[in-house]
C-alpha cells in the first residue's frame, strides 16, 4: 500500500483536501480522529490517560475530560509527554491496522504534527503538505472555533514553522483561496500518486519473481 503523509498547519484546510482525495477513490485515515475513538470511555485509550492522570482527567459522566488535558498539555511538557507515551502507540497500532483493509491504490494518512512528532513518518512514502498564508489560517480558526485570534496564535506558535513545513514538503496545495481551487490541485496529486503506488507494486513483485 501506498501511504502518503498529509499535514499542514491549524486552519490550513488539510480536511477539505482530504475529503477531495477521498472522492477520488483514495483510502483515508485521519489520526485525530482515532485518537478520539480510541480515548472514548470503553477504549484502551482512555483506561491508559487514566491509569497516566487518575479521575482528575475524568468529567462527572466518565468520559475524559478533554479541554482539561488539551490545557495541561499546552501549559505543561511534561503533562503532555506522558499524554503522547499513553496514547502514540495506541494510534500508531490502531492506524496500522486501518491501513491493512485498504483497497485502493493508495491512501492518505491526515497527521496534523506529523513533522512536529514524527512517530508517524515512516509510515508515509510521500508528505502533501496543505498551505495557506497565516492570518488566513487565524481567520478560519477564529470563524470556526470562536478562539480569539492570540488563542490561535499561540497554537500555531507550537507547530512547526510555515517554512519550514513548506521546505520539507514533497508535495504543497494551496489552499488559499477558495474550496474549488483545490480540485485541480488535487486531481493532480491523485493521478501522481496513482502513478507511484503501480510503479512501487510492480517492483514488489519483480523483487517476489526473482526470490
Known amino acids: 500500500m501506498y501511504v502518503v503523509g498529509l499535514t499542514g498547519g491549524i486552519g490550513s484546510g488539510k480536511s477539505e483536501a482530504a475529503r477531495r482525495f477521498a472522492a477520488r477513490g483514495a483510502d483515508v485515515v485521519d489520526a485525530d480522529a482515532v485518537a478520539h475513538a480510541l480515548s472514548a470511555r470503553g477504549e484502551p485509550g482512555h483506561a491508559a490517560v487514566l491509569a497516566a492522570f487518575g479521575p482528575a ?24 509527554a506522558t499524554l503522547e507515551q ?4 495506541l494510534i500508531a497500532a490502531r492506524i496500522d491496522d486501518v491501513v491493512a483493509g485498504w483497497r485502493a491504490p493508495y491512501g492518505i494518512l491526515m497527521v496534523p504534527l506529523l513533522y512536529e512528532k514524527g512517530g508517524l513518518l515512516g509510515r508515509v512514502g510521500r508528505v502533501a503538505v496543505v498551505d495557506c498564508p ?3 489560517q487565524v481567520r478560519r480558526v477564529v470563524a470556526r472555533s470562536g478562539l480569539a485570534p492570540d488563542a490561535v496564535r499561540a497554537i500555531m506558535a507550537t507547530q512547526l ?8 514538503a514533497d508535495d504543497i496545495i494551496d489552499n488559499s483561496g477558495s474550496p474549488e481551487a483545490l480540485d485541480p490541485q488535487i486531481e493532480r496529486l491523485d493521478r501522481e500518486y496513482r502513478a507511484l503506488a503501480g ?10 519473481r526473482a526470490q
Do not use: M, N, T, V
Open 57 to 80: 482527567c475524568l468529567r462527572e459522566d466518565g468520559e475524559l475530560d478533554r479541554d482539561w488535558l488539551r490545557q495541561q498539555a499546552f501549559a505543561d511538557p511534561a503533562f503532555r
Open 86 to 89: 499513553a496514547l502514540h502507540p
Open 134 to 136: 497565516e492570518a488566513e
Open 161 to 168: 514553522s510555515r517554512a519550514a513545513r513548506l521546505a520539507r
Open 199 to 208: 510503479a512501487r507494486s510492480s517492483e514488489q513483485d519483480g523483487r517476489i
